[in-house]
């Protein structure tokens, strides 16, 4: 099967969504030509019928389409009947999900009671062990052939009942038999995915909702777009749903859902989504609704230009290969500019929003993990010392050519100047000019570094669209992405800079990031480092991979994040996962350096990697031990 760069959405310029059949679900379609619905879970224990009831209200008042409760055994799955009754009797229709793993015939008893069902096929009959198995082709269609006689029943009462299903796979809980035959990889995911949906069409049964979640920005995006693509190979067009797994709570968790929920949406995929947080669900609804919001009146942004055969990769993670100047382009992090021009003097103080704070004992620079690279003080003058590592960035008719300031030019400026250059020489260029312009005289330029800004609605195609350009005529040019976000709340300029410029750097694009708002220099600098944290192309701080609960969870998750986090956020580059269940715990581990997991009411594992270190210890000690596991492992520092 061919898969080409374009085949996961319909124009990589022309924003519009990716047409999937409609899905009823109890009393709302999804596809089709439905509004992308949005939806939680519960983290009640789903034997509490009052507390689940109770709080299903207030998400559904918050703005949940969908409720989706978690049934881990048959008693569980019984028990949704008396749940969906008293929600009946509240007058609210909104359709209930169950939330299956491991255990078929809890499955089976759902269906019949609730609208819809969630599977995951990595452990619904299939097994992770994280064993290594040697198949060929005949021993794996038998085990194909074992799966399907396990699953066939379950579809069959979701076709007698009318039921939805959603065949939803998890990279954290990948089988030995996928992971053996097509190893950790997006591909894998699909084909778990995938391998189910062919038996459900065996039985012409196609009421069907697909996802591909991971905590992994890159792989889930690369997932989705694989998961599209191969679908439409196969004359496939379910809907999707999208989430983040694990994504966090607070800033860290809202900036990692909108990189890799957004970065789809601009694609035009995506026909439901859920924002996992971890807080309580009725949270995650307006963040959720915020996200698809913006996505209302995109098909009336400006033109873009169209490219036949786009020059990248969207299954898989390259960055775009740029020339090294300075320290900007080629395999450097992306650098981070900020703009401190505001105010008649550049002071002492303005640096320390930024990273950077003098301390007179020591007379010397304390330099911030998030600290800036650039600073963009326009027409000031830099009358102050700054940090041997950093570099002040002035209007081309104030640059003072010192050796560490550098200038900002205009296309056309710098066409007709013809003075001294600096050792960087930026040049502030909209998409527009750079396609309608003779930059090109610039290509055999060695000294100049590509500010490239937009005012276009569909920011990421139009930035991108550049980028392909720049990939067609070969020209290695460092480029920053350089975004203005006024006149919208603070909320919006998080979610929407997280959108924008994540996409771009999930996909390879861009040597570095210039964010300009309404708010702070602190705001700003904050979620700069965010979105590169959260795409994975620079590490500043510690990462949480953190579930967002459900009835499964075993312990208090978000007192036990918050407590790791007050102990662990100066670990600069390590991940912690902190898993409330084994559901996805083991797997999620393989892609954090720590875990932390619930195996029993008061029982915590810890895991370094995917293996288990300390099994079913006390949690009144679970925190220190886990400290005492990464003090063993080398990878603790003290905080300063």
């Known amino acids: 099967m061919t898969i080409t760069p374009d085949d996961y959405c319909n124009s990589l310029t022309d924003y519009s969504r990716f047409k999937t059949r409609e899905v009823i679900v109890g009393t709302i379609g999804i596809g089709g030509d439905n509004p992308v619905r949005i939806q939680s879970m519960t983290t009640t224990d789903t034997m509490d019928t009052k507390e689940t009831v109770e709080q299903s209200i207030r998400m559904i008042k918050a703005g949940s389409e969908l409720v989706r409760i978690t049934a881990p055994s048959k008693r569980e799955a019984e028990n949704l009947i008396n749940i969906k009754k008293e929600i009946r009797n509240h007058g609210y ?18 269906a019949e009671i609730v609208e819809k069902v969630r599977i995951n096929p990595g452990n619904y009959v299939d097994k992770k062990k994280f064993n290594l198995i040697e198949y060929n082709d005949e021993s794996y269609a038998l085990e194909l052939d074992r799966i399907k006689d396990r699953f066939i029943p379950l579809v069959k009462v979701c076709k007698e009942n009318d039921t939805a299903m959603r065949i939803g796979t998890n990279h954290g809980s990948l089988s030995d038999r996928i992971l053996s035959r097509y190893g950790d990889t997006p591909l894998g995911m699909v084909e778990s995915g995938l391998e189910f949906v062919r038996i459900c069409e065996e039985l012409n049964y196609y009421n069907l909702i697909i996802s591909m979640k991971a905590s992994n920005t890159q792989v889930m995006v690369q997932a989705y777009r694989l998961a599209v693509a191969m679908m439409k190979k196969e004359g496939m067009n379910y809907p999707l749903h999208l989430g983040v797994t694990e994504a966090g709570d607070g800033e860290d968790g809202r900036i990692k859902s909108a990189v890799g929920i957004g970065s789809l949406l601009e694609d035009g995929i995506g026909d439901t989504i859920r924002v996992s947080l971890t807080e309580d669900p009725e949270l995650e609804l307006p963040v959720a609704k915020q996200l698809i919001d913006r996505y209302k009146s995109r098909g009336k942004h400006a033109n873009i230009p169209s490219i036949v ?108 100047y013809e003075g001294h250059r600096g050792l960087i020489n930026f040049i502030n260029i909209s998409t527009n000019e750079f396609l309608s312009s003779d930059i090109l005289k610039l290509k055999n330029d060695d000294s100049i570094v590509l500010l490239i800004n937009t005012q276009n609605d569909h920011v990421a195609a139009d930035i991108r669209r550049i980028f392909f350009e720049l990939i067609k005529i070969e020209w290695k040019v460092p480029v920053i992405i350089k975004k203005e976000y006024y006149n919208i709340t603070k909320d919006e300029f998080q979610l929407y800079s997280s959108t924008d410029i994540g996409s771009l750097l999930l996909d390879g694009f861009g040597d570095g990031i210039w964010l300009s708002s309404d708010f702070s220099n602190d705001t700003n600098t904050k979620q700069s480092f965010g979105i590169l944290q959260a795409t994975r192309t620079r590490i500043s701080k510690t990462e949480y991979i953190s579930c967002p609960s459900c009835g499964r969870t075993l312990f208090d998750l978000q007192k036990v994040t918050s407590e790791i986090r007050s102990r662990t956020n100066h670990l600069k580059g390590v991940k912690i996962g902190i898993m409330g269940c084994i559901v996805n715990g083991p797997g999620e581990m393989a892609d954090a350096d720590y875990g932390y997991v619930g195996t029993g009411v008061g029982k915590i594992s810890l895991y370094k990697g995917y293996e288990v270190v300390k099994r079913n210890i006390s949690a009144d000690i679970a925190v220190d031990a886990l400290i005492e596991l990464i003090k063993a492992n080398g990878d603790w520092v003290e905080s300063i």
Not at 93 to 110: E, K, R
Request: proline share 6%; charged share 25%; net charge neutral.
């Open 93 to 110: 229709s909104t359709p209930l999900v169950a939330d299956i793993h491991f255990t078929p015939n809890a499955a089976l008893i759902a």
């Open 309 to 416: 055969e786009p020059p990248f990769q969207p299954y898989n993670y390259s960055k775009r290969k740029s020339l090294l100047i300075n320290n900007i382009g080629m395999k450097q992090v992306p650098r981070v500019i900020l703009d401190i021009s505001k105010g008649d003097k550049l002071l002492y103080k303005d640096l320390q929003n930024v990273g950077y704070k003098y301390s007179k004992n020591l007379d010397k620079w304390v330099i911030a993990d998030q600290a800036v690279d650039y600073i963009y003080i326009g027409n000031k003058k830099l009358d102050i010392s700054l940090p041997g590592s950093l570099y002040a960035i002035q209007n081309m008719q104030y640059w003072e050519k010192d050796k560490q300031t550098l200038p900002l030019f205009s296309l056309e400026e710098y066409l007709d």
